[in-house]
Nanobody, 120 residues
Framework: VQLQASGGGLVQAGGSLRLSCVAS????????MGWYRQGSGKERELVAS???????NYADSVKGRFTISRDYALNTVYLQMSSLKPEDTAVYYC???????????????WGQGTLVTVSS
């Protein structure tokens, strides 16, 4: 099982980016998916998460600017980021809590990071 993230890049403040993360492999069901970020010299923090019922949870710092969504058929999670600020600059990681096809719980699968840089 693996997560593949994409969509990072360089954007000016006030701009938008959309991140995508696809889960692949022997998956039975994905319980929840989310995005974390880690800025330079900072700890990794939760940005947003979404469960199987579509309930989303956001960090206060991104509420009203970021939107998380899922395509359940494609095992994909998206993060639409708008009104980006320089302080949003970070490596963004996707994360999933799932059951594998072997019925093994995998509560903390990480994708590789994708760098988002917001210039002022």
């Amino acid at each position: 099982v693996q997560l593949q993230a994409s969509g990072g890049g360089l954007v000016q403040a006030g701009g938008s980016l959309r991140l995508s993360c696809v889960a692949s492999g022997s998956i039975f069901v994905i319980n929840s998916m989310g995005w974390y970020r880690q800025g330079s010299g900072k700890e990794r923090e939760l940005v947003a998460s979404i469960d199987n019922d579509g309930r989303a949870n956001y960090a206060d710092s991104v509420k009203g600017r970021f939107t998380i969504s899922r395509d359940y058929a494609l095992n994909t999670v998206y993060l639409q980021m708008s009104s980006l600020k320089p302080e949003d600059t970070a490596v963004y990681y996707c994360n999933a809590d799932m059951w594998t096809a072997a019925r093994v719980r995998a509560p903390n699968i990480w994708g590789q990071g994708t760098l988002v840089t917001v210039s002022s």
